[in-house]
């Protein structure tokens, strides 16, 4: 059963907290339309749960949870989980939105610095559950259990780093990814269209609903015959890979953007963008009825 939370939005000025308002308000209703709503409440009966301040001592009494969903800066992380340290009450959960910096690098000199984490969502996070939870060396296990379990009761899909990592999960895997798509252009194997339809329409569907791991399983007759027959296959693949790109070489940026150009026009972003959040909308829903099934 779907939690049903009081939620108060802290932004420095009503005109950003207008604009917020405004964005929830449309997500919920576009997630009542089709039929994505994580719990049995309405979109009106959600929204009535949200009120807003610019006050943060304001927006963090009595808070069991706080998000933080700032600019991507450790010195300005830094400044406002100080300032959300010293306003909220020690039992307070403070976590963050960051996709690429450790929670150690901005909540070490905090007083209590055990109930901190990083909490990231992936984009985008209106038809994408999975949320990673990264503590810091020094968060206490029951903060992140508990974190864990308020993600669950909201519908959402968390994972729990055991250890601190850069990049956490979901950029290392994605960065690993790109390094190898970025080489196989770059060296003339692939062009930018056959990469992504690698992704697209081979292993993109399988790992929709296995993951890497499920899909070696399966192809095979379980991971033990997988690693024992393919071993050697892999370490020598990987072997050959090349050095990792600096990702500014600019003969591969050009070939990139020429092809996307003709697929994707920047131009057109928008629409591009708004076409994506409507397939994933598609999947969504089928993973639910499959579910469900």
């Not at 969502?121 to 974190?147: H, K």
């Not at 379990?149 to 990814?177: D, H, T």
């Not at 890497?212 to 296959?233: E, K, M, Q, S, W």
Request: hydrophobic fraction near 40%; charge should be negative.
């Amino acid at each position: 059963m779907t939690e049903r939370y009081p939620v108060c939005l802290y932004d420095i000025g009503e005109e950003q907290l207008a604009k917020a308002r405004e964005t929830v308000k449309n997500n919920l209703e576009k997630l009542e339309e089709e039929g994505l709503s994580r719990g049995s409440s309405t979109a009106a009966e959600a929204l009535a749960r949200i009120t807003s301040t610019t006050s943060l001592q304001d927006a963090l009494a009595g808070a069991i949870y706080a998000q933080e969903s700032t600019m991507e800066s450790v010195d300005f992380k830094k400044r406002i989980f100080k300032d959300m340290d010293a306003a909220a009450a020690p039992s307070t959960i403070l976590a963050s939105s960051t996709s690429t910096i450790p929670a150690s690098v901005f909540t070490e000199g905090l007083q209590n610095r055990f109930r901190c984490l990083v909490v990231h969502p992936v984009n985008p996070p209106l038809y994408l559950t999975l949320t990673e939870l990264g503590p810091a060396p020094w968060t206490d296990a029951s903060v992140v259990d508990r974190a864990y379990e308020i993600m669950e009761s909201i519908g959402q899909a968390p994972i729990r780093l055991k250890k601190e990592v850069l990049g956490f999960a979901v950029n290392r895997l994605q960065y690993a990814l790109l390094a190898e798509s970025w080489r196989l252009v770059k060296d003339g194997v692939l062009s930018v269209e056959d990469v992504d339809k690698v992704m697209s329409e081979g292993l993109g569907p399988r790992y929709a609903f296995y993951g890497p791991f499920g899909v070696i399983h399966l192809n095979a007759a379980g991971v033990r015959d997988y690693c024992t027959r393919y071993a050697g296959g892999i370490r020598r693949v990987l072997d050959d890979a090349g050095e990792t790109p600096t990702f500014d070489e600019e003969e591969v940026i050009g070939e990139l953007e020429t092809s996307l150009q003709r697929s994707l026009p920047v131009e057109r972003m928008g629409e591009h963008s708004a076409e994506r959040a409507q397939k994933l909308a598609e999947l969504a829903k089928l993973k639910r009825k499959l579910k469900k099934d």
